[in-house]
């Protein structure tokens, strides 16, 4: 999961793509070998690991195109087999512009190199903040992450996360913002059982205490999934978010989501699909949800250079905005 102090703006991106605050860092999100099934699943007919919490309508997101706006540019570059770095810079006339430098240092054991898992990730950007997160493997089946993040000058999010993963089942505790002083926590367990092949099952409980408040919020969720599509489910006292994957052939794929958020009285719905062109060397994304937004992202590997164009453009007709992006990925 990300920053837990994400769960209080309700389920989903209710404003994206024109929302006034900046785009999430890569930091945010867990590595993607973090939800691969583990080495360790049993190929003989029983129960597989149902993978982490955070991940479960993963399927359905990876299908919507991600906002670009104004001028972007990332640049890559492995220094060694087990330390990269990346530049961004990104001139926006809606948001601040800033420089952003991201870099990773790998783990040197045997196993972390065969899921080219990083330790250690640090990322800086030219107002000053700071986001850092360590992930360790301290057993085949136990992995430990945490989490530190700075906006200038000021601590805004520490937090400490364990997840196990048995044969069937994934259960995961994190503990977030402790202050003794200020006699506040946030709490956050996480559990997902597999029933059947295809069905999983499982929770979500996030606890919140401080000296003038505490309360507690429990969402339940399951997946049913067959070899083409995925069906989620998460509902609880905050709102609901389910989301439907299907993939139509090796070129196309589509997804729908729907979240209701009962903080905010507000409901979305919306439809995306992925188109690939492999002899293009093309991939385009596209959207168009309930609140009249659309928008469309191509990316385009420039071969034999090492680079992705990237070219996108978002448009909200209630609120007559438009927002276009053009991007460069080297590395």
Known sequence: MGSVLALSSGPGHQNWPFSTDPSPSRWDAHPAHWDSPPRWERRDGRLPNPGSFHSLHRSCKDVFPQQIEG??????????????????????????????????????????????????????DSSGSLNAHALLHLTERVRARTVFQTQ??????????????????????????????????????????????????????????????EGGILTLAGQYSRPNWVATLNAGKGGAHASYYHRANKQIQVGVEFEASTR???????????????EANMVFRGMINSRCIIGG?????????PATLIMGAFVNHRGDKLQVGLGVNVG
């Open 264 to 278: 905010t009285q507000e409901t979305t719905t919306s439809f995306g699909y992925q188109m690939e062109l492999p």
């Open 71 to 124: 001028i972007k540019m990332i640049l890559n570059k492995t220094l060694s087999s087990f330390f990269k770095v990346s530049h961004a810079l990104h001139l926006s006339a809606v948001s601040p512009s800033y420089y952003r430098f991201h870099v990773e240092h790998l783990q040197s054991d045997d196993y972390s190199k065969d899921k080219d898992a990083p330790a250690l990730i640090g990322e800086m």
């Open 152 to 213: 200038q000058s000021q601590f805004v999010t520490w937090q400490f996360e364990t997840e196990y993963r048995g044969n069937d089942f994934t259960a995961a505790v994190t503990v977030a913002n402790p202050d003794i002083l200020r006699e506040s926590v946030i709490l956050v367990a996480h559990f997902l059982q597999s029933v059947s092949s295809g069905l999983v099952l499982g929770g979500e409980l996030v606890y919140h205490r401080g000296r003038a408040e």
């Open 297 to 305: 992202v191509l990316e385009k590997r420039l071969t034999p250079l």
